[in-house]
């Protein structure tokens, strides 16, 4: 199991798991451009790439009623996670699928429509995972997804993050590996060759300033920021300062919001 793998399925994989409802509020802004560009019919075959916890996919299913839904994600845990939250008895039509999307052997033309927030970034070959999942796209199949800009150095999470890192004096869940990974994606010009590459026409890749909400408030922010280093405590001195980090970007009732920018990629199966 490569590095990203075992993340996804260790203290990563486990803190989405725990909090899901945080990072599905986390993204919520991305939620309206995907799925305007994925188009989703009441009849289509969707496949959601790196589904995680299935927000996404039960969305998905919604849409496409009469269509079928599969969910494929590389970790265990949310994808048990996926399972307890989704009402089987109304959405018979999804399933869910542990694997990686990269060398799934999915049914050739087996989708109308492949989608993914956030959930592209971790392949070890891009070029072949995209080509891999335009093969399980039927001819003129579309593909959306969803991923990050470069994180700008003055934006407001990266200096956020930047700040509450050093206050901890350590790293948090995560690592290297899958902060690069993260990155994978972010320039526009290789989204487009690797697509093209992998079989793909009708490129676009859109700029989308979203923002990403942090919690309630800015106390409410610290505990959830504090959550992704587990067993971490830190001094009463040092929690202040980093509520001190996130008063800034208090908006009342909307909670604790920063500044960001994704791509919206759509494209078609040539």
């Known amino acids: 199991?490569?590095?990203?793998?075992?993340?996804?399925?260790?203290?990563?994989?486990?803190?989405?798991?725990?909090?899901?409802?945080?990072?599905?509020?986390?993204?919520?802004?991305?939620?309206?451009?995907?799925?305007?560009?994925?188009?989703?019919?009441?009849?289509?075959?969707?496949?959601?790439?790196?589904?995680?916890?299935?927000?996404?996919?039960?969305?998905?299913?919604?849409?496409?009623?009469?269509?079928?839904?599969?969910?494929?994600?590389?970790?265990?845990?949310?994808?048990?996670?996926?399972?307890?939250?989704?009402?089987?008895?109304?959405?018979?039509?999804?399933?869910?699928?542990?694997?990686?999307?990269?060398?799934?052997?999915?049914?050739?033309?087996?989708?109308?429509?492949?989608?993914?927030?956030?959930?592209?970034?971790?392949?070890?070959?891009?070029?072949?995972?995209?080509?891999?999942?335009?093969?399980a796209l039927r001819p003129g199949g579309r593909l959306a997804f969803v991923c990050p800009q470069p994180a700008a150095p003055d934006g407001e999470e990266a200096r956020a993050l930047a700040l509450l890192t050093s206050l901890l004096g350590q790293q948090v869940v995560g690592n290297n590996e899958l902060g690069r990974a993260m990155a994978s994606l972010s320039d526009p010009e290789h989204v487009r060759e690797v697509l093209w590459d992998a079989g793909f026409r009708n490129v676009s890749v859109t700029p989308l300033a979203t923002e990403t909400v942090w919690g309630r408030d800015a106390d409410d922010a610290v505990s959830f920021f504090l959550s992704r280093s587990p067993g971490r405590t830190v001094p009463g001195e040092v929690r202040e300062r980093m509520r001190a980090a996130f008063l800034p970007y208090e908006q009342g009732e909307r909670g604790v919001r920063m500044g960001a920018g994704v791509w919206v990629v759509g494209a078609e199966r040539s």
């Open 1 to 135: 199991m490569n590095t990203v793998a075992e993340a996804w399925n260790g203290p990563v994989g486990a803190h989405w798991a725990a909090h899901e409802s945080r990072y599905d509020a986390m993204l919520e802004g991305v939620n309206g451009a995907l799925f305007a560009a994925a188009a989703i019919g009441e009849q289509d075959r969707v496949l959601d790439i790196g589904c995680g916890s299935g927000f996404v996919t039960r969305t998905a299913a919604r849409r496409a009623r009469y269509g079928r839904v599969v969910g494929i994600d590389i970790s265990y845990p949310l994808l048990e996670r996926a399972r307890t939250l989704t009402p089987h008895s109304k959405l018979p039509h999804l399933s869910f699928v542990l694997g990686d999307a990269q060398v799934h052997p999915f049914p050739e033309g087996g989708f109308d429509v492949a989608i993914s927030r956030g959930g592209v970034m971790f392949f070890a070959d891009p070029t072949k995972a995209f080509t891999n999942i335009g093969r």
